[in-house]
């Protein structure tokens, strides 16, 4: 099931994916059963949202793709090979949907793009076992953990390099009932192939992330993790168009513009 | 004015505190003007929750009292001293209320209070000078920044040092129209006092700080900055009660226990 949440006229409601319709749901992706309404949308008149509202968001767990450690040794001049599982909690504000812009910062140095699988917590979870693991998961959608490089260097913490509003679009929708062990990843700048890779490279996978974090922390329902970037990573500039597509989930779209000064 | 958050009858409501009652309001503490409702009641007969339920918490930013700089470079191993101000962010799932127990789980190594001044934002905030900085906050509270040690140390993020539920304490309530250059701050630990220090002795005061956060990142309305503590911290253990006091706001007061294992 693709489960999508959108505004229409004025108030966020979650729905049922289907071609270029969506159908309202009753009830909560989180809690029971869910009832399809009768009323019918096409996608291009709502607006996608964040696909939760979560209590919070780990923006990755640490350099997770084998070809992605060496990039990021060199960036942070840390050895990150054994780094383990390392969530960086990325803040609520920066989430938006697909089709919505990020918007850049003047003050940022080089923002880059990371086109990440994301997974979405189902019901909390504190200290369960890597078996039973994905009982706690929802489903998955795309995700953009959108980094400047200089402050992540830099800073003592993760605030300004992945916090700033619309930094972390998630979309464009849920996808439950999915085998997340072997998804293929394709990253788009203005409509060209970036990069490919596949979730069957994840040095943690996702129940081992989702037990790691629930043995120290407690996720809840909605809660978003980022599971992690492969490859190298690249600049982005106003103009741009990022697209984050997923075999299974769907694609998420968006372009970037530069904030405007009041 | 002091403005409670507070559960009554299984539901969140904004209440006027004056001694030992609380009367609830009509309106949001961030929308317009509140108006006070016929419905008071004794403050022993709620549930004081979270000041806030904000976009963001941010759970320090950095050492922030010429005393506590040594300790903190001792600890991390880190120069300390010129690092401006740097938020850590803290999970909105620490978050909880005075009098509610602060939450130790087995898997954490030394766990230590932090009591500290906390700025509550009343206006969304993006490049707002250091002389308009206190025209975006709504007031302060109390805060204990609960954190743990060990992986303060060695974790690349906070997520495990600040981010379990409950290690967060905000309140009692929200002081407005409060003068935050000169606050005494009492820590007590079963109730003998700990430490006292002045807000005064501030590193970066709190219209430093409101502005520094919002040259790059954006700050909504409810969200929380704590603003450091001062001195050598202590280890607290289960059967503590921990309190963090400040003059013209209230007394937060928070009894510590263990986890119990299901």
Known sequence: MKLARFRFEGRARYGIVEGDLVTEVRGSPFRGKLQRSNRTHR??????????????????VGANYPDHVAQAEET???????????PFPKSNASLTGSGSPIVLTPE???????????????????????????????????????????SWEKDFSHWRSKGIPTWGPVGPWIATDLDSSNLDV??????????????????????TIVSHISQYATLFPGDLIFTGTSG?????????????EISGIGNLRNPVVMERRR
Chains 1, 2 share one sequence.
């Open 43 to 60: 996608l291009s008149e709502v607006v996608l949202l964040p696909v939760t509202a979560p209590v919070q968001v780990f923006g990755g």
């Open 108 to 150: 940022a140095g080089e923002v880059h793009y990371e086109g990440e699988l994301v997974i979405v917590i189902g019901r909390k979870a504190r200290r369960v076992s890597k078996e039973r693991a994905l009982d706690y998961v929802l489903g998955f959608t795309c995700g953009n953990d959108v980094s400047e490089k200089e």
């Open 76 to 86: 942070s001049g840390r050895k990150l090979g054994e780094m383990g599982i390392q």
């Open 186 to 207: 394709t990253i788009r700048m203005n409509g060209q192939v970036e990069h490919r890779f596949n979730t069957r490279d994840l040095i943690s996978d996702v129940p």
């Open 232 to 244: 190298t990573t690249r600049a982005i500039k106003p103009g741009d168009v990022v697209e984050v």
